[in-house]
T-cell receptor, first 115, second 115 residues
Framework: GAGVSQSPSNKVTEKGKDVELRCDPI?????LYWYRQSLGQGLEFLIY????????KSGLPSDRFSAERTGGSVSTLTIQRTQQEDSAVYLC?????????????FGSGTRLTVV | AQSVTQLDSQVPVFEEAPVELRCNYS??????LFWYVQYPNQGLQLLLK??????LVKGINGFEAEFNKSQTSFHLRKPSVHISDTAEYFC?????????????FGGGTRVLVKP
């Protein structure tokens, strides 16, 4: 597609429920990143994919968080047993990691509210 | 550990006045540097980037930034702001040897342009 697409744009869920957040990167972008932006905070790195593999998962805050990517394209971030502190905007970005294209293209994010 | 510090969390400025947003990073190795802007309820948009070459980088919307290796800084400037520049601005760094071009972001600077 023309840009990075994320769905849903907004999600309200009850504490303890599982949620899935979807990211559809720009066609041809082999690298995909998930970040979290909490209220009043900067951007916190969660996980990075190169193709379908995740060389760097160092930012996932707990084992309740997981992510996968299939076909080198769409990625899903899953949060199990959501907690109120999971409330944040989850941003996805993609790029082609060659020198001329350094820098990401971000999606508009999914605003997750855990009540 | 990598870190990026944006010294000002908020910067109020009058329309048509100049603005400077400060960014310092910690590094003993070569880096790529970026500034992103986030308008209300939107994703992040790349303003400009420094990869190599001239230390003065020009970006979109009249913004420019200067890379200072000795001071490990990458301050963003605009000589005359508009109301439409009201947004949050994020500085980010990517370490050249790091796999996947993972970006580390600063905490953001909220710019409020007043008429």
């Amino acid at each position: 597609g023309a840009g990075v697409s994320q769905s849903p744009s907004n999600k309200v869920t009850e504490k303890g429920k599982d949620v899935e957040l979807r990211c559809d990167p720009i066609s041809g972008h082999t690298a995909l990143y998930w970040y979290r932006q909490s209220l009043g905070q900067g951007l916190e790195f969660l996980i990075y994919f190169q193709g379908n593999s995740a060389p760097d998962k160092s930012g996932l805050p707990s084992d309740r968080f997981s992510a996968e990517r299939t076909g080198g394209s769409v990625s899903t971030l899953t949060i199990q047993r959501t907690q109120q502190e999971d409330s944040a905007v989850y941003l996805c970005a993609s790029n082609k990691p060659d020198r001329a294209n350094y820098g990401y293209t971000f999606g508009s994010g999914t605003r997750l509210t855990v009540v | 550990a990598q870190s990026v510090t944006q010294l000002d969390s908020q910067v109020p400025v009058f329309e048509e006045a100049p603005v400077e947003l400060r960014c310092n990073y910690s590094s003993s190795v070569s880096v790529y540097l970026f500034w992103y802007v986030q308008y209300p309820n939107q994703g992040l948009q790349l303003l400009l980037k420094y990869l190599s070459g001239s230390t003065l980088v020009k970006g979109i919307n009249g913004f420019e930034a200067e890379f200072n290796k000795s001071q490990t800084s990458f301050h963003l400037r605009k000589p005359s702001v508009h109301i439409s520049d009201t947004a949050e601005y994020f500085c980010a760094v990517s370490y050249i040897k790091a796999a996947g071009n993972k970006l580390t972001f600063g905490g953001g600077t909220r710019v409020l342009v007043k008429p």
